[in-house]
């Protein structure tokens, strides 16, 4: 075991036993039981022009309808901005307040799978659902017809590390991130299942607008460059790839249609 393993394990050790603190204060605005389910949906190009003018004549309005009755706390509908084989063409990432409100829609999906009407279902496919345990969140939600969102899931080592990890280097550059004005939100989700293939967690960020996440890149290097007196999270900038696999990254617009 080399010097400098040692050393990072050790580092580790005493991160993990100090992490009770800041996972306090960036799990606050969670409430006891609350779950999210992300669910992906594929469309043909040339159904994507029906798939947004669709959701938003008639798939928002289900989506509010499910809120307002109660099935559902909130939810977030995007559509990705390009297409992509590799990805998605739409993702709702919903959100109950309780583990037991997900059974009302489960009952709900017997009939509307994904969420979606029959007519909606005519050109959109639900892909893939996941349950998932937002654990950070800091923000709140702008400007909806401006914002980008970019979401990024990944795969880590272990949960224990990933978390340190999160709490000790990610958390700081978010905040930097969301003080220079650049975002409106950001969220960190947790695969509900241990063995919740394809991804472990899921970063979700709301840029303000285009011109915001054009500017990302500079805005990282200023927080970046703030942040190398800290040397905890100094080191672990230097060996982040060991805790955590990213795969592809989404670039999602909101559907214009306002709640």
């Known amino acids: 075991m080399n010097y400098t393993y040692s050393l990072l394990r050790t580092i580790w050790i005493l991160l993990v036993g100090n992490i009770v603190f800041p996972l306090a204060i960036y799990s606050q605005e969670n409430k006891p039981g609350m779950t999210h389910i992300f669910i992906t949906y594929r469309c ?13 004549k008639e798939g928002v309005k289900k989506f509010e309808e499910y809120k307002r009755d109660g099935i559902i706390a909130d939810y977030l509908l995007v559509y990705n901005a390009h297409c992509d084989e590799n990805t998605w063409d739409m993702s709702a990432v919903i959100q109950f307040d309780t583990y037991e409100q997900t059974d009302r ?13 029959s007519d909606l279902l ?6 893939t659902t996941y349950f998932a345990d937002r654990k950070w969140f800091q923000g709140k939600r702008g400007n909806q017809s401006d914002a980008i969102y970019v979401m990024i899931p990944y795969q880590w080592v272990d949960r224990g590390s990933y978390t340190a990890y ?26 509900h299942h241990a ?37 905890a999270w100094n080191l672990i900038q230097s060996s982040k790839q060991t805790y955590r696999t990213e795969h592809e990254v989404v670039m999602a617009k909101s559907f214009t249609t306002t709640k």
Not at 106 to 112: A, H, I, M, S
Not at 122 to 127: L, V
Not at 173 to 185: A, P, R
């Open 44 to 56: 043909k190009p040339a159904d994507r022009p029906a798939m947004i003018t669709g959701m938003e």
């Open 195 to 231: 063995t919740g293939a394809p991804w472990d967690a899921y970063l979700l960020f709301e840029y303000k607008d285009a011109s915001a996440l054009g500017n990302r890149e500079q805005v990282k290097q200023k927080v970046r460059a703030a942040l190398k007196s800290d040397t």
């Open 122 to 127: 005519k050109t959109i496919t639900p892909a």
């Open 166 to 191: 999160i709490a000790t280097y990610g958390i700081p550059q978010f905040d930097g991130w969301l003080k220079e004005g650049v975002l409106n939100s950001y969220g960190i989700f947790l695969n």
């Open 105 to 117: 829609w489960r009952k709900l999906e017997r009939t509307n799978p994904g969420g979606l009407t």
